[in-house]
């Protein structure tokens, strides 16, 4: 059973930082693309970062762009999202996908494996 298990969300004011991991089992994705979506109260889900197989590639959201990175540790089966200058904006559920591909593309849909979400919360 594959399962991807976030963690690392929580409570922090504006300004702050957050690491996000999100730890895979039940199958290996190296040789498959991450990624890092979220959804706040009442809007879609929304992607914020992606990450090839390799980690050789990768992108953000226009919103994140310059505070967040994603990185990945094939070793580990584990992909990050760290997360600087943390905005109230940014207060949502995250969520980790491990894609079906190399690569990964940015919407949302039901392919490939989600995790069950870690929440973020920032105060102003």
């Known amino acids: 059973q594959v399962q991807l298990v976030e963690s690392g969300g929580g409570l922090v004011q504006a300004g702050g930082s957050l690491r996000l991991s999100c730890a895979a089992s039940?199958?290996?994705?190296?040789?498959?693309?991450m990624g890092w979506f979220r959804q706040a109260p009442g809007l879609e889900r929304e992607f914020v970062a992606g990450?090839?197989?390799?980690?050789?590639?990768?992108s953000y959201a226009d919103s994140v762009k310059g505070r967040f990175t994603i990185s990945r540790d094939n070793a580990k089966n584990t992909v990050y999202l760290q997360m600087n200058s943390l905005k109230p904006e940014d207060t949502a559920v995250y969520y980790c996908?491990?894609?079906?591909?190399?690569?990964?593309?940015?919407?949302?849909?039901?392919?490939?494996?989600w995790g069950q979400g870690t929440q973020v919360t920032v105060s102003s």
């Open positions: 996908k491990g894609y079906s591909d190399v690569y990964y593309y940015t919407r949302v849909d039901q392919s490939g494996y």
């Open positions: 039940g199958r290996t994705f190296n040789n498959y693309a």
């Open positions: 990450i090839n197989w390799s980690g050789s590639r990768s």
